[in-house]
């Protein structure tokens, strides 16, 4: 059984799905997932990635659905078909409740895109410890926190190496668009949850509007998660200035731009990884926003700042996330070309960091014989 709740972690949960297939052709997969998971060849009991939200009061509006799909998950981890191993993508809240009833089942759980403990909430650390039988490691960091705490840990390397693998370089990414060579593209990637869009694509569309007023032959593109409908993005767009809305092609995007306004989240890692430069933003609630500032133990919110070590991108959070700021620092770095040099030679140093490809094969195996030794 393999459990996702977000577009990230059913993008993760696909390649590690394909893995398994290529390995054991004969398992059966099922659980919760989305649409790649599906494609992947997963069961799928339950599918609440376009439900998910961000933050706790974010969150209270989906909690029918969520119990109901943890209800459905809970009875098929105890059930008389109960899976030889349980496999957690990310979703913590939802995963670690899962896991408790997988551990009094005695079905091992392997944790695969495990909880940030390094960013908040390290206490966490101690519910792992009692209830997951090994940790996939995804940043090589993670494994001494987790093996310095008595968790069975494996580093097995972020599975975005392999989705990025078959990106096109920018000069087929920019023709797939229809993007000439010397245009200049700015991306849109508002995120891939209903709060996030509502709250940062006004922003960004007004940052555009800021920048073809300066650059009137700029063009705008934004990348519509699978999790998303159009019209929901429509919405909070108008004639002015145009942006393209293309379905399912945001690598083509990040490959494609000469820099993105991104929501804060996966994306920033993939981006990074790319090699695009990137202004990153991101507004939650003032009552989640006051909880998490609290207990972040880190200084920045973008994977592509935290696995760089420090400042590389600009971060806007909170009330800093207004189309104004965005504009200006967009600005700012579309008339700098050393800036945005130097975003990407920081971007290269992540270059083997987090470590090779072939991380869905690596977590397969390490799932299968956790299966086999059960």
Same mark, same amino acid.
Request: some cysteine; hydrophobic content about 50%.
């Given at each position: 059984?393999?459990? *996702?709740?977000?577009?990230?972690? %059913?993008?993760?949960?696909?390649?590690?799905?394909?893995?398994?297939?290529?390995?054991?052709?004969?398992?059966?997969?099922?659980?919760?997932?989305?649409?790649?998971?599906?494609?992947?060849?997963? +069961?799928?009991l339950a599918d609440v990635t376009a439900a998910?939200?961000? !933050? !706790?009061?974010?969150?209270?509006?989906?909690?029918?659905?969520?119990?109901?799909?943890?209800?459905?998950?809970?009875? *098929?981890?105890?059930?008389r078909e109960r899976p030889s191993v349980?496999? &957690?993508?990310?979703?913590?809240? /939802?995963?670690?409740?899962?896991?408790?009833?997988?551990?009094?089942?005695?079905?091992?759980?392997?944790?695969?895109?495990?909880?940030?403990?390094?960013?908040?909430?390290?206490?966490?650390?101690?519910?792992?410890?009692?209830?997951?039988?090994?940790?996939?490691?995804? /940043?090589? /960091?993670?494994?001494?926190?987790?093996?310095?705490?008595?968790?069975?840990?494996?580093?097995?390397?972020?599975? &975005?190496?392999?989705?990025?693998?078959?990106?096109? %370089?920018?000069?087929?990414?920019?023709? %797939?668009?229809?993007?000439?060579?010397?245009?200049?593209?700015?991306?849109?990637?508002?995120?891939?949850?209903?709060?996030?869009?509502?709250?940062?694509?006004?922003?960004?569309?007004?940052?555009?509007?800021?920048?073809?007023?300066?650059?009137?032959?700029?063009?705008? @593109?934004?990348?519509?998660?699978?999790?998303? %409908?159009?019209?929901?993005?429509?919405?909070?767009? !108008?004639?002015?200035?145009?942006? +393209?809305?293309?379905?399912?092609?945001?690598?083509?995007?990040?490959?494609?731009?000469?820099?993105?306004?991104?929501?804060?989240?996966?994306?920033?890692?993939? *981006?990074?990884? &790319?090699?695009?430069?990137?202004?990153?933003?991101?507004?939650?609630?003032?009552?989640?926003?006051?909880?998490?500032?609290?207990?972040?133990? @880190?200084?920045? @919110?973008?994977?592509?700042?935290?696995?760089?070590?420090?400042?590389?991108?600009? +971060?806007?959070?909170?009330?800093?996330?207004?189309?104004?700021?965005?504009?200006?620092?967009?600005?700012?770095?579309?008339?700098?070309?050393?800036?945005?040099?130097?975003?990407?030679?920081?971007?290269?140093?992540?270059?083997?960091?987090?470590?090779?490809?072939?991380?869905?094969?690596?977590?397969?195996?390490?799932?299968?014989?956790?299966? +086999?030794?059960?």
């Amino acid at each position: 059984m393999l459990v *996702a709740g977000e577009a990230s972690g %059913d993008l993760h949960g696909a390649t590690l799905c394909r893995s398994l297939r290529a390995l054991a052709p004969g398992c059966r997969l099922f659980g919760m997932g989305g649409a790649r998971m599906a494609a992947a060849g997963v +069961e799928l009991l339950a599918d609440v990635t376009a439900a998910a939200a961000v !933050g !706790g009061t974010e969150a209270v509006g989906r909690l029918p659905r969520l119990l109901a799909a943890y209800r459905r998950l809970r009875r *098929a981890v105890g059930g008389r078909e109960r899976p030889s191993v349980l496999v &957690l993508i990310d979703f913590p809240e /939802f995963n670690l409740r899962l896991a408790r009833s997988a551990r009094r089942a005695r079905v091992p759980v392997v944790y695969f895109i495990p909880p940030q403990l390094w960013a908040w909430r390290a206490g966490r650390v101690k519910t792992m410890r009692r209830r997951v039988s090994l940790v996939l490691a995804v /940043f090589p /960091f993670e494994s001494r926190l987790y093996r310095e705490a008595g968790v069975a840990v494996e580093f097995v390397g972020h599975p &975005l190496l392999d989705v990025l693998a078959d990106v096109p %370089d920018r000069a087929q990414a920019r023709a %797939d668009l229809g993007v000439g060579p010397d245009e200049t593209l700015v991306g849109l990637l508002p995120g891939s949850r209903r709060e996030e869009i509502d709250r940062m694509l006004p922003a960004m569309r007004l940052a555009a509007a800021a920048i073809a007023a300066r650059w009137p032959r700029t063009r705008f @593109i934004l990348g519509q998660a699978t999790t998303v %409908d159009a019209g929901a993005l429509r919405r909070h767009l !108008g004639p002015s200035p145009a942006i +393209e809305i293309v379905a399912s092609r945001t690598h083509a995007v990040m490959r494609s731009a000469d820099l993105l306004l991104v929501t804060s989240g996966t994306a920033t890692l993939e *981006a990074a990884l &790319l090699g695009t430069p990137m202004v990153v933003a991101y507004r939650l609630s003032k009552l989640t926003e006051m909880v998490v500032r609290r207990l972040a133990r @880190i200084p920045w @919110i973008s994977l592509a700042n935290i696995t760089v070590g420090r400042a590389v991108v600009p +971060e806007l959070i909170g009330a800093d996330a207004t189309g104004e700021r965005l504009g200006v620092e967009a600005l700012r770095l579309l008339g700098d070309p050393a800036a945005l040099a130097a975003q990407r030679a920081a971007f290269q140093e992540l270059t083997g960091r987090l470590g090779e490809r072939g991380v869905g094969e690596r977590a397969a195996r390490l799932v299968l014989a956790t299966a +086999e030794s059960a």
